[in-house]
């Protein structure tokens, strides 16, 4: 990869030293208005978004060896960032990849990279690869993991989702099981996921509704899955075949403090097509309002009052907490 190109900014090496990740000098001024590329933070430097590549050695790339998490910021504070870091870390270890950054270093280059971006709102998609090895799948052959931080912004579902609800259909691609490769890894293997999304998008709902194989509700594609029914909350056991999700866990957080009782327990689609209301969660898309399942109204067919209490807490949650990105 070169590293000597004119806007290539070069950063001290994350590996080699303590001390917080500062560019070697300023961008070019741009002579013309053309878009504003984004800067891609890469092993330690930062790279225009035209010139941010990967090896086709990396094994990230070749089978989708690595772990990755998703991470949002607002209004100038990035949300639940120890909890997505330890995520990220017990992923690695799950698959004995060694992160070649300690926490705090991992903490300053993913605030830097939205400073370098002159961002305070916006999504950060955090990398970790097994890095670059040969042709066979063998990681021994991988010598040096590779960390990529890309922030930006987002806006996944339009708003008319969250004030009228999506839909959700069940798809016949099973979550993967515990005992062919953990749900509980945030792994760059999704395709798992994916080939439920090309079915929901086959039958033209919003999300995909994944059962495990005992027929129980595990998840969505990237989303986890609440139903509320007579006043209490439930949602699958991680043990259903659930990735332990930030937003999921704030949910517990919500409820507790609001008293209302939330249990992780095993659901079924009969479950949800009983329930008063429904609701999924995910850093991206925070808590928006399942409306139907397999074409039925749930509830009656409107987002819930209690799913609505959930998202106004969330949204003052995520406004007035977390992680300064100025230091
Ligand atoms: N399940 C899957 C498969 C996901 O990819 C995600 C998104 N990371 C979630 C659930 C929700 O997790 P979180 O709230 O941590 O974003």
């Known amino acids: 990869m070169k590293t000597t190109d004119a806007d290539v900014m070069v950063l001290d090496e994350p590996m080699e030293t303590e001390s917080t990740v500062k560019p070697a000098r300023e961008p070019r001024a741009r002579k013309t208005a053309a878009p504003k590329e984004l800067k891609i933070f890469i092993d330690g430097k930062f790279y225009p978004e035209s010139n941010a590549k990967v090896s086709v050695f990396d094994h990230g790339l070749l089978y989708g060896d690595g772990v990755f998490e998703g991470i949002r910021f607002y209004n100038g504070r990035v949300f639940r960032l120890e909890q997505h870091l330890e995520r990220l870390w017990e992923s690695a270890r799950s698959i004995t990849l060694e992160i070649p ?46 960390v990529i931080i890309i922030a930006a912004t987002i806006t996944l579902y339009p708003a008319e989702f969250y004030q009228k609800g999506l839909t959700i259909a069940t798809v016949a691609t099973r979550r993967i099981s515990p005992g062919a490769l953990s749900p509980a890894i945030k792994s760059l293997n999704y395709l798992n996921n994916i080939m439920a999304r ?12 994944m059962l495990n194989d005992a027929g129980y509700i595990a998840e969505c594609t990237a989303d986890n899955l609440f139903v509320i029914k007579h006043g209490q909350i439930a949602t699958p056991p991680i043990s259903a075949g659930a990735l332990g999700g930030i937003t999921r866990s704030v949910v517990f957080e919500i409820a507790a403090a609001l008293e209302i009782k939330c249990t992780e327990k095993n659901i079924t689609r009969h479950d949800v097509f009983t329930a008063d209301e429904c609701f999924l969660t995910g850093t991206a898309a925070e808590i928006v309002p399942v409306v139907k399942a397999d074409a039925r109204a749930i509830g009656n067919g409107k987002p819930g009052a209690i799913t609505q209490r959930m998202m106004e807490r969330y ?3 995520t406004r007035e907490t977390g992680t300064p990105i100025s230091s």
């Open 101 to 146: 950054l300690s926490i705090p270093q991992m903490t300053e280059a993913l605030l830097e990279t939205i400073r370098q971006n002159d961002l305070r709102d916006g999504y950060i998609r955090l990398i970790v690869t097994r890095g670059v090895g040969n042709l066979g799948l063998n990681p021994v052959q991988c010598k040096k993991p590779s």
């Open 198 to 209: 090309i079915e929901a998008n086959l039958a033209d709902a919003d999300e995909a509704l």
């Open 315 to 317: 949204h003052k949650l």
